[in-house]
């Protein structure tokens, strides 16, 4: 049984964004660097904003499914240890269930984008 969430989410600048609606997003600097697409689970999500995009305006959080990518995901350790999701390849927009401009709840944790 994978008890891995079926769901990740990517953090995107608003260039990154269009690139995305353009057909599929091919990664950021960082990403094309690594090799692969750094996604971030619901519970890590937060920490990943805080750690690497602070201060930056006009970000986007786009919800992907992950069984849409097929093998093409890898579950690898990163961060303290746990494990991240990783698209080795593009992410194709119909690969994205809901996207929207990032925003905060009361406590500070990022909001999760609802499709519409």
Known sequence: MNDRPAIAYKVLTADQMRA????????????????????????QLTETV??????????????IDL?????????????GGALFPHIYGPMPLETVIAYGPLERED???VKLPVAG
């Open 67 to 79: 069984a849409a990518l097929g093998d093409s995901v890898r579950w690898e350790e990163s961060r």
């Open 107 to 109: 406590d500070g944790t």
């Open 20 to 43: 995305l609606e353009g057909d599929a997003f091919e990664g950021a600097p960082i990403d094309l660097a690594d090799g692969y697409i750094h996604l971030s689970t619901r519970d």
């Open 50 to 63: 805080d750690k690497y995009f602070a201060g930056q305006p006009d970000l986007w959080v786009a919800a």
